[in-house]
């Protein structure tokens, strides 16, 4: 049971040096197709702009993208089987570096995605799909 609401949202900055810890447990089993996924919005809403797009299907790929002036960029996809156990809580922190989102799960890094759009025009973190959540940190 997730102890926030899906969607999950949060007005927040990200300026070069944050993160964001993620900790849940995907809320269905792998073999139906779920799937987790975290946007950084440059605005306060679902329609604008992303600057980081992190989506995972379990155990099959993970997505990477931008999306910017309405418009998806080149989609960076990862065939290899994303670190995320069936039914098993992670721990997923995304790191704001200088050049690029450093992304890691359960304390080992997995993913890099260098910076499309300034991270510091971040402006709400929303988490959703078929995830429980059970804290989302932003520092």
Do not use: C
Not at 1 to 8: A, D, H, K, N, V
Not at 91 to 108: C, E, H, K, M, P
């Amino acid at each position: 049971m997730s102890l926030l609401p899906i969607p999950y949202t949060k007005h927040a900055r990200l300026p070069v040096g944050s993160f964001v810890k993620i900790k849940g447990t995907p809320a269905m089993p792998f073999s139906m197709d779920s799937q987790m996924q975290v946007d950084f919005h440059t605005g306060n809403e679902n329609i604008s702009d992303i600057a980081f797009h992190f989506r995972v299907f379990y155990g099959r790929r993970v997505v990477m993208n931008t999306r910017q002036g309405g418009k998806w960029g080149e989609e960076v996809k990862l065939n290899a089987v994303p670190p995320f156990e069936d039914e098993q809580p992670f721990d997923l922190t995304i790191l704001v570096q200088s050049d690029a989102y450093q992304v890691s799960v359960n304390g080992r890094e997995y993913y890099k995605f260098p910076h499309r759009l300034e991270p510091g025009t971040v402006k709400m973190i929303q988490v959703w799909r078929e995830v429980s959540l059970t804290s989302v940190t932003v520092a």
